[in-house]
T-cell receptor, first 117, second 112 residues
Framework: NAGVTQTPKFQVLKTGQSMTLQCAQD?????MSWYRQDPGMGLRLIHY???????DQGEVPNGYNVSRSTTEDFPLRLLSAAPSQTSVYFC????????????????FGSGTRLTVV | QQQVKQSPQSLIVQKGGISIINCAYE??????FPWYQQFPGKGPALLIA?????SEKKEGRFTISFNKSAKQFSLHIMDSQPGDSATYFC???????????FGKGTRLSVIA
């Protein structure tokens, strides 16, 4: 089925460990982004990309790294995990206007629940 | 500075009642206003969206009302059902390659 696939669904890390959260979409969307969701804080943008080879920082980029080598994939790297990074992470993609009036609609993945101990 | 302010944080509505969630924005460059619905354990999903050239958009039991002069928009859920219990996010974006800005969400509970 077409959509956004995130792996893994659950992960427990020790403080200081590094890991990569994977995100892949098969809709040929140019725009991809990463959000974290914490209780009472809504969805906060970490990094985003408007196309292969182009990335930019969002609201809460510290401690995270991204790259976009292909249209399909947008991995999020935690360089040295901290307890403050315990959260649910969502990847989203969009056709950003090419579909007409609703082209800015995001398609979200099902999320990765990360716990840092 | 929060660009999209959403209220209330939580809402309890009787089955069959009307659920109303409000959002306000500051950036007059915003020209697309979607609402997302999120069930527990799932990612948000696009529910309905509006552009500022119309004052209202209706899809089934869901209606967006838009007041451009007041810079406010709201989601109305008519005949609310227990299956509507979810977290709802409003959002806004301006044309071009800029990210969506989300409100902080409203947790809706529809009780029988």
């Amino acid at each position: 089925n077409a959509g956004v696939t995130q792996t893994p669904k659950f992960q427990v890390l020790k403080t200081g460990q590094s890991m990569t959260l994977q995100c892949a979409q098969d809709m040929n969307h140019e725009y991809m982004s990463w959000y974290r969701q914490d209780p009472g804080m809504g969805l906060r943008l970490i990094h985003y990309s408007v196309g292969a080879g182009i990335t930019d920082q969002g609201e809460v980029p510290n401690g995270y790294n991204v790259s976009r080598s292909t249209t399909e994939d947008f991995p999020l790297r935690l360089l040295s995990a901290a307890p403050s990074q315990t959260s649910v992470y969502f990847c989203a993609s969009s056709d950003y206007g090419r579909q007409g009036a609703d082209g800015y609609g995001y398609t979200f993945g099902s999320g990765t629940r990360l716990t840092v101990v | 500075q929060q660009q999209v302010k959403q209220s209330p944080q939580s809402l309890i509505v009787q089955k069959g009642g009307i659920s109303i969630i409000n959002c306000a924005y500051e950036n007059t460059a915003f020209d697309y206003f979607p609402w997302y619905q999120q069930f527990p354990g799932k990612g948000p999903a696009l529910l309905i969206a509006i552009r500022p050239d119309v004052s209202e958009k209706k899809e089934g039991r869901f209606t967006i009302s838009f007041n451009k002069s007041a810079k406010q928009f709201s989601l109305h859920i008519m005949d609310s059902q227990p299956g509507d219990s979810a977290t709802y996010f409003c959002a806004a974006v301006s044309s071009g390659n800029t990210p969506l800005v989300f409100g902080k969400g409203t947790r809706l509970s529809v009780i029988a």
